[in-house]
Structures are given as C-alpha cells and as structure tokens.
C-alpha cells in the first residue's frame, strides 16, 4: 500500500527554522517527483518545492525562494523541506505528494499543480507566530 507520512512540523517563532521530512512506503521514491504543498485557512493549496525524479533539479516558489530547501535520502525513501528564516505567512498545513515518473512534474512540467501528483500525505501542521 501506498503511503506518504509527513512529520516534523510545530510552532516556531519568525526567523525559526523547522524541517519537514516525508517518509513513503510501498514504493521507492527515487523515480517519482516529490512536492510539498501548503495551505492556509481560506487560501488555495500553494505549490511551495518539488524534488524531480531520479537527478537534483529542484523548484522553489518565488515566496520561499532562498528560504526554503528541499532535498532527498533515496536510501531512507524520504523527502525533506529545510524551512529557514520563517515568517508569519509560512503558517499553513504542509501536505508532500507524489508524481509517478511519467508525468509532467518528473521533468519539471507544472511541479505546482497537485492535480499532478497521485499520493498525497495527510499533512503537518506549520505555525510562525510570536
């Protein structure tokens, strides 16, 4: 079975830094583009990073470009979100899914999309907040 299980996420104050880690299981990650998504309460999911399939080609949304570091262990079959220098409007449910090697976010294409993606984890919660 098919699972993606996000941990690593809390409250930290602005400037903070929190790694996410994204554990999968019931398939090796290593072909599949993994992003990480967001969302706030009332906003539309946001497409934050995505880690492309089998190389180190990576994305960054512009709101986190710099900030944000999205990296893998294959050998651990996870993905990780370094979150650095964290503001206030960070503060979302962090959700990471999976695109299977022939689709669009494999080679780059619409890595923001979650209609993309196939397997998607249930989310952690990120607060920013003083």
């Known amino acids: 079975q098919v699972q993606l299980v996000e941990s690593g996420g809390g409250l930290v104050h602005p400037g903070g830094s929190l790694r ?3 554990a999968a299981s019931g398939f090796t ?3 599949w583009a993994i992003g ?4 706030a309460p009332g906003t539309e999911r946001e497409g934050v990073s995505c880690s492309r399939r089998g190389d180190i080609s990576t994305h960054y949304a512009d709101s986190v470009k710099g900030r944000f570091s999205i990296s893998r262990d294959n050998a651990k079959n996870t993905v990780y979100l370094q979150m650095n220098s964290l503001k ?3 503060t979302a449910v962090y959700y990471c899914a999976a695109a299977p090697p022939w689709r669009g976010p494999a080679y780059g294409y619409r890595w923001y999309d979650g209609n993309e993606y ?3 984890g249930p ?3 990120v607060t920013v907040s003083s």
């Not at 990480?36 to 969302?39: A, G, L, S, V, Y």
């Open 20 to 22: 996410l880690s994204c």
């Open 36 to 39: 990480w998504f967001r969302q």
């Open 123 to 125: 989310g952690t919660q």
């Open 118 to 120: 196939d397997y998607w």
């Open 29 to 31: 990650l290593d072909h």
């Open 88 to 90: 206030p409007e960070d």
